[in-house]
């Protein structure tokens, strides 16, 4: 599945495979695993709201105590900005290049405040 979203361009409220943002390709790859995460998203959705709309749905993951899993979510609340965490790497959908499937180091120095979460759903 994962080769399948790789370059698909950025779409701000985007959710399918014309386009998706951050949000999108996180339900779309749950809704492939047959979990179903409520989409709130609106055009005047700030980064407030984000934060508000992953912490409705999932719980942070202490990595002091826990290490990530695949499929974990990763999440910069500062940037606004989400992904998902998948043999140690993130596919994510970026602004400029799409959805791309990075390693974890680069992603973190991109969102250095990227922080895990698992799903509540």
Not at 2 to 10: F, Q, T
Not at 25 to 49: C, H, K
Not at 89 to 116: E, I, W
Request: one cysteine or more.
């Amino acid at each position: 599945m994962i080769n399948n979203l790789i370059g698909i361009p950025y779409k701000l409220g985007g959710r399918d495979l014309h386009g998706l943002d951050c949000w999108g390709l996180v339900l779309l790859v749950y809704r492939n695993m047959g979990i179903a995460i409520p989409d709130f998203w609106t055009e005047s959705l700030s980064r407030q709201d984000l934060v508000k709309l992953i912490r409705g749905n999932a719980h942070e993951v202490a990595q002091e105590t826990n290490e990530p899993r695949d499929y974990d979510l990763i999440c910069d609340e500062k940037k606004g900005h989400i992904g998902v965490f998948i043999n140690n790497r993130v596919l994510h959908a970026d602004r400029k290049m799409g959805v791309t499937f990075q390693p974890l180091s680069t992603f973190k120095t991109l969102y250095p405040d990227a922080k895990f979460f698992k799903c509540l759903h």
